[in-house]
């Protein structure tokens, strides 16, 4: 059975002993990403599913758009320095800390804070925009005949294979402008076998809403919450299966 709290950002939903966190703004799921950590006193992989990369550098746009309207000639130096004094002031173990600075942080800087802070020690983002090369983290690229799908058949045609975490603990994070059409969810068991184990053997799961982002790129007449349901209600089915060793 899946309960859901009142609906407030963020929102916990629960299913015996797992648990989801929603968010409307994705880069709030860092709060979430930072609870577990102080609970567990541990860093994790991260596995997203998003239509965009959210690969880009912490504070990023607010210490380029700072720099730029003080000395466009050193921006690049600027915009380090900028980042630096904002990660500073950030405890890692203080939640209310990063409350402080949520409104520096766009909705695509959320993974590399993350990765600065200790929380995350490594993700693997598939998403359907680019596939970054970066010195850290591993960018899966899905081809657009895969867009939305959770089937075996994007994982494997990205290469993603669950060997690649090991025995890491990790956390699943799903955008919802990921998923363009109902058919997303339409799905037999045997068809999604690779995001069941993943559902199954992930620490925390969290679910941004994306809503302007959704709205967007949605192909079918459905709404944010149609789809939010959805995917709720998948992982719900997929909880009550017996749990994946994986």
């Known amino acids: 059975m899946v309960r859901a709290s009142n609906n407030i950002n963020p929102k916990c939903v629960n299913s015996g002993d797992k648990k989801i966190v929603v968010v409307d703004d994705h880069q709030y799921a860092l709060l979430a990403w930072a609870k577990l950590f102080q609970k567990t006193q541990k860093s994790c992989a991260l596995v997203s599913i998003d239509y965009h990369p959210d690969t880009n550098p912490p504070f990023w746009l607010y210490a380029y758009q700072k720099a730029m309207a003080i000395d466009p000639e050193r921006e690049v130096s600027l915009v380090s320095i900028f980042q630096q004094k904002i990660l500073a002031s950030i405890d890692a173990a203080d939640i209310k800390s990063i409350e402080l600075v949520m409104e520096k942080m766009r909705n695509d800087e959320q993974i590399n804070t993350a990765m600065s802070l200790g929380y995350l020690k490594n993700y693997h983002m598939i998403n359907c925009m680019e596939k970054h090369q970066y010195e850290t983290g591993h960018h899966y690229l899905v081809e657009k005949e895969n867009f939305g799908s959770l089937g075996d058949n994007m994982f494997k ?25 109902l058919k997303n969810f339409q799905y037999q068991s045997e068809q999604i076998t690779v995001f069941k184990k993943l559902v199954q053997g992930a620490s925390l799961i969290t679910i941004a809403r994306s809503a302007t982002y959704f709205d967007y790129l949605k192909e079918d007449d459905f709404s944010i919450e149609e789809c939010e349901d959805k995917l709720i209600t998948l992982i719900g089915k997929i909880f009550s299966q017996a749990p994946n060793n994986r």
């Open 157 to 181: 045609e990205i290469k993603f294979s669950l060997d690649t975490l090991g025995e890491e603990a990790y956390i699943l994070d799903i955008d919802l402008d990921y998923f363009s059409a």
